[in-house]
């Protein structure tokens, strides 16, 4: 199966390189401008976070597709550091206790790393399962949660090596239990 991990446009926490998460944001014009000049690969299915930012990106690259929102497929919840920058977090010695750790442990009020993968595997298993080696699926997704699914189940093991631009992502093999062939859209 071929599968297609397209983080969502831009939005104005984006813009202002806030942690966003639960905040259901849309996107902002820039990024609704930006979406407008993409090309996506074309897909038969198209599954997104329930997000609003996910499912307005979806709309916009694949119009008269219906997109199915999957719970589980959400950012990870950055709990009291959401809607808050790097600047504004730098001195609170929670947030350098979590940077510290590589996000393992979770942010006051919000999920550590193991919960994430073990929430964002179940619900793309679950897609998987529903589809054969010849299906072409499109996933609209957050940034972390494309990184956390190749770090995952890409075999290098690699994290920030997937960080994708907003409307950007990858494209990947999905065979025995692995994301392989990767490459850049």
């Known amino acids: 199966m071929t599968v297609f991990l397209i983080r969502h446009g831009q939005t104005q926490g984006n813009l202002e390189r ?14 609704r401008e930006a979406l407008k000049g ?3 690969p074309e897909a038969d ?3 997104t976070s329930p997000m ?5 990106t979806a709309a916009l690259l694949y119009p008269g597709t219906a997109a199915e929102a999957v719970p589980g497929l959400e950012e990870t919840n950055f709990g009291a550091f959401e809607g808050h920058t790097y600047e504004e977090l730098k001195n609170i010695p929670s947030y350098q206790t979590w940077l510290d750790s590589g996000g393992t442990a979770p942010p006051p009020g919000g999920e550590g790393k193991s919960t994430v993968r073990q ?8 897609i998987a399962a529903r589809h054969g080696p010849e299906d072409r699926i499109a996933l609209v997704i957050h940034g972390g949660t494309i990184m956390m699914l190749l770090e995952t189940l890409e075999p290098s093991g690699l994290f920030y090596h997937w960080q994708a631009s907003n409307g950007g992502g990858f494209r990947c093999r999905w065979k025995n239990g692995a994301l392989t062939d990767v490459e850049k859209l």
């Open 38 to 40: 993409h090309m996506p």
């Open 52 to 56: 609003r930012r996910c499912r307005e």
């Open 119 to 126: 929430r964002i595997l179940s619900a793309f298993t679950a």
């Open 18 to 31: 806030r942690y966003v998460s639960f905040t259901d944001e849309p996107l902002c014009p820039q990024g």
């Open 45 to 47: 299915y198209v599954y």
